[in-house]
Nanobody
């Protein structure tokens, strides 16, 4: 069973930066796409961005140019990072790591694995 564990969330002022991490067991995720969603209370999760096993990335328009995805393997585990710069109050949300068959399936809400989330709060 694949487990996804997020970390790196916190409180930051507008204009600041944070880096989120997602550590996954390696047996399956090295072959499939990983990505991030975010969710605010009362709303459906929103796809933020995804990265394929080959490193191809795709972002939602609202974060393109400010957020950067990367992935690597460390200690036999896949690790995905989300570097968030120029943060805005509207970026405040619970951020969830997900893994699925492709970035395009993740974008359409089709995921195979889901993490527990890490809270990001951006103050104005």
């Amino acid at each position: 069973q694949v487990q996804l564990v997020e970390s790196g969330g916190g409180l930051v002022q507008a204009g600041g930066s944070l880096r989120l991490s997602c550590v996954a067991s390696v047996s399956i995720t090295s072959l499939i796409a990983m990505g991030w969603y975010r969710q605010t209370p009362g709303k459906e999760p929103e796809f933020v961005g995804g990265i394929s096993s080959g490193g191809v990335t795709h972002y939602v328009d609202s974060v393109r140019g400010r957020f950067t995805l990367s992935r690597t393997r460390a200690s036999a585990k896949d690790v995905m990072y989300l570097e968030m710069n120029s943060l805005k109050p509207e970026d405040t949300a619970m951020y969830f790591c997900a893994a699925g068959e492709s970035v395009w399936r993740l974008q359409s809400g089709q995921y195979n694995y889901w993490g527990q989330g890490t809270q990001v709060t951006v103050s104005s």
